[in-house]
T-cell receptor, first 114, second 107 residues
Framework: KAGVTQTPRYLIKTRGQQVTLSCSPI?????VSWYQQTPGQGLQFLFE???????NKGNFPGRFSGRQFSNSRSEMNVSTLELGDSALYLC?????????????FGPGTRLTVL | GIQVEQSPPDLILQEGANSTLRCNFS?????LQWFHQNPWGQLINLFY???GTKQNGRLSATTVATERYSLLYISSSQTTDSGVYFC?????????FGAGTILRVKS
């Protein structure tokens, strides 16, 4: 069974631009969560989607948004990029809403903002 | 919110040595997972262990939920075990991660 896939793997943007990242969960998994990893803040939860609905959101500004499609694929969007948005963005999938269910992570998208 | 603390923050071992990594958490949790982050950044699932003990080859893990801690044991370490080990607890419909333990295994 294929794992979680994320595209693109690497991305370079400039301040003020916007970016869209994509995540395809493991086949049959309906929950997708997004996390940001930075050296200073570690791994932090962004949001979770299940059945095309956002179930939970972390403490991030409104510039960070996401959505989920009927095939469970998810995208996250960051608008008006700031230097501090440079990070590794990881998505995770699970069979059902993540509370208590095992989560499996993709390889990540490494975003650099110049 | 919940606090997740991992110790030690850094660990250097000689190949063949054993080690124990610890994860303490400050509140009751639905679940706990251990991950190994590879050099390319991907989190590799090691254990999904809300309670009890599990073993997978040279690795084993024990979670004592009532005392709010988990231990990851690595026996006969190899250079390929190097990397960052994270524990994460399931709390409020999300995973909350510890800061990680950086393990370096020298040959």
């Amino acid at each position: 069974k294929a794992g979680v896939t994320q595209t693109p793997r690497y991305l370079i943007k400039t301040r003020g631009q916007q970016v869209t990242l994509s995540c395809s969960p493991i086949s049959g998994h309906r929950s997708v969560s997004w996390y940001q990893q930075t050296p200073g803040q570690g791994l932090q939860f962004l949001f979770e989607y299940f059945s095309e609905t956002q179930r939970n959101k972390g403490n991030f500004p409104g510039r960070f948004s996401g959505r989920q499609f009927s095939n469970s694929r998810s995208e996250m969007n960051v608008s008006t990029l700031e230097l501090g948005d440079s990070a590794l963005y990881l998505c995770a999938s699970s069979l059902a809403p993540s509370g208590g269910n095992e989560q499996f992570f993709g390889p990540g998208t490494r975003l650099t903002v110049l | 919110g919940i606090q997740v603390e991992q110790s030690p923050p850094d660990l250097i071992l000689q190949e063949g040595a054993n080690s124990t990594l610890r994860c303490n958490f400050s509140d009751s949790v639905n679940n706990l997972q251990w991950f190994h982050q590879n050099p390319w950044g991907q989190l590799i699932n090691l254990f999904y262990i809300p309670s009890g003990t599990k073993q997978n080859g040279r690795l084993s893990a024990t979670t004592v939920a009532t005392e709010r801690y988990s231990l990851l044991y690595i026996s006969s370490s190899q250079t390929t075990d190097s990397g960052v080990y994270f524990c994460a607890v399931s709390y409020g419909n999300k995973l909350v991660f510890g800061a990680g333990t950086i393990l370096r295994v020298k040959s």
